[in-house]
Nanobody, 121 residues
């Protein structure tokens, strides 16, 4: 089972934007809800956004609602997280994973990728 590969992070000023990408193996991606998670230093990992297999249903944590947009490209087995109006509290390592139907619970056997660091100054 191949790990997801997250990219697109960086350092931005508050109010700026970033677009994260996560390439995932077809074995993990196909037919699954996919989610973005983040973990700040000293804090537990938390769910940020999730998307249904067809992309028709999206859910967001209250802290990012209206600022972040999750999407997926099923031809590329890739999910994206467009982040706007970034705040210092968005600073964290961001990860992606397959999740159980409309929950933040990861699928059994999930292997986390290395993540991509987002720093908001």
């Amino acid at each position: 089972q191949v790990q997801p590969v997250e990219s697109g992070g960086g350092s931005v000023q508050a109010g700026g934007s970033l677009r994260l990408s996560c390439v995932i193996s077809k074995y993990i991606y196909s037919g699954n809800y996919m989610g973005w998670f983040r973990q700040a230093p000293g804090k537990e990992r938390e769910g940020v956004a999730r998307i249904s297999p067809t992309g028709g249903i999206t859910d967001y944590a209250d802290s990012v609602k209206g600022r972040f947009t999750i999407s997926r490209d099923n031809t590329k087995t890739t999910i994206y997280l467009q982040m706007r109006s970034l705040k210092p509290e968005d600073t964290a390592m961001y990860y992606c994973a397959a999740v159980m139907f409309r929950t933040w619970k990861t699928k059994p056997g999930t292997t986390w990728g290395r993540g991509t660091q987002v720093t908001v100054l």
